[in-house]
């Protein structure tokens, strides 16, 4: 079992950057691909980055590449997600999910092919 808990997110002026960050209890988490997603109100949930367990590769949403970085660290059993260049259509809870391969899943930007979640973050970007 893994449990997550993301922190980092806030009130932020379209422009501006945030990074927010996963930690997870179970040293499994090292071993395991993991990802970025994000719920705006009345929204589906959405996939904003993701990565295998060694943080060599990286994929993300075609709406936040070039902005957005995420990256873990293993050691500290956790994962983060620099976004810089914030925009107002950006806000949304930030989720950060595991999986259970090593690998990105094939449907990565998929929710179904994630078993581990946190109780997400606030981002608020205003313009």
């Known amino acids: 079992q893994v449990q997550l808990v993301e922190s980092g997110g806030e009130l932020v002026q379209a422009g501006g950057s945030l990074r927010l960050s996963c930690v997870a209890s179970?040293?499994?988490?090292?071993?395991?691909?993991m990802g970025w997603f994000r719920q705006a109100p009345g929204k589906e949930r959405e996939f904003v980055a993701g990565?295998?367990?060694?943080?060599?590769?990286?994929v993300y949403a075609d709406s936040v590449k070039g902005r957005f970085l995420i990256s873990r660290d293993n050691a500290k059993y956790s994962a983060y997600l620099q976004m810089d260049s914030l925009k107002p259509e950006d806000t949304a809870v930030y989720y950060c999910?595991?999986?259970?391969?090593?690998?990105?899943?094939?449907?990565?930007?998929?929710?179904?092919?994630?078993?581990?979640w946190g109780q997400g973050t606030q981002v608020t970007v205003s313009s």
């Open positions: 999910a595991s999986s259970r391969s090593f690998s990105l899943p094939p449907n990565y930007s998929d929710t179904r092919s994630y078993s581990f």
């Open positions: 179970g040293r499994t988490f090292s071993n395991l691909a």
């Open positions: 990565t295998d367990w060694s943080g060599d590769r990286t």
